[in-house]
């Protein structure tokens, strides 16, 4: 079974600057996607930004760009320019043959 | 093109009641998961369905929790009898390999068991 690790359980930011959230994955496959979802305060989940590990450039989405280190087993998320919108629980999830690993969350406030 | 669709939306019962909950995936989307989503928690699945196959249903307490998938497509979760720990958010999601298995959510069924 794979585990994804989220370490900072709460964070904050102000709004315009950059905050980055970190996630640690553990797994012994070689084919493998990685994923960050949003959870906005009784929200639904939706998806932020993929990668595929085989890739070697890190993934980029408007605002959100991860910093992928695959040797390093680590995924984290860089948000630039946070909007007030951005508030919202973080999941760093990661996908084998159609199972999912979540980690535990990260809690993210802008603050205007 | 519609997205997940869960029903109820909200529920509250006294425990030891029954309760259902629905949900349906996105059209062509085989595989399909239930998760348990505790307060400040993510998600912890419950069962997965490859088309009406319930290919991993290790964490489903199964004295007390059902699930289905008939015909492949929409699916019922069931609690019988409910239990005051049982109070979660309980979400839907689908995926197909052709968007690298990315999961969409549906907007979960909020339980509160009195």
């Known amino acids: 079974a794979q585990t994804v690790t989220q370490s900072q359980p709460e964070m904050s930011v102000q709004e315009a600057e950059t905050v980055t959230l970190s996630c640690t994955y553990d797994?012994?496959?070689?084919?493998?996607?990685l994923f960050w979802y949003k959870q906005p305060p009784s929200r639904q989940m939706i998806l932020v930004i993929r990668?595929?590990?085989?890739?070697?450039q890190n993934a980029t989405e408007n605002r959100f760009s991860v910093n992928f280190q695959k040797a390093a087993k680590s995924f984290s998320l860089k948000i630039s320019d946070s909007q007030l919108g951005d508030t919202a629980m973080y999941f760093c999830?990661?996908?084998?043959?159609?199972?999912?690993?979540f980690g535990t969350g990260t809690s993210l406030t802008v603050i205007p | 093109e519609a997205g997940v669709v869960q029903s109820p939306r909200y529920k509250i019962i006294e425990k030891k009641q029954p309760v259902a909950f629905w949900c349906n995936p996105i059209?062509?989307?085989?595989?399909l998961y239930w998760y348990r989503q505790n307060l400040g928690q993510g998600p912890e699945l419950l069962i997965r369905?490859?088309?009406?196959?319930?290919?991993?249903d290790s964490q489903l307490p199964k004295d007390r929790f059902s699930a289905e998938r008939l015909k492949g497509v929409d699916s019922t979760l069931k609690i019988q009898p409910a239990e005051l720990g049982d109070s979660a958010v309980y979400l839907c999601?689908?995926?197909?390999?052709?968007?690298?298995?990315?999961?969409?959510f549906g907007p979960g069924t909020r339980l509160t068991v009195l």
């Open positions: 999601a689908s995926s197909s390999r052709e968007y690298w298995g990315e999961q969409f």
């Open positions: 797994t012994s496959e070689n084919n493998y996607y």
């Open positions: 990668q595929e590990a085989y890739k070697q």
């Open positions: 999830a990661s996908n084998t043959g159609n199972q999912f690993y």
């Open positions: 059209s062509g989307h085989n595989t």
């Open positions: 369905y490859e088309n009406e196959e319930a290919v991993d």
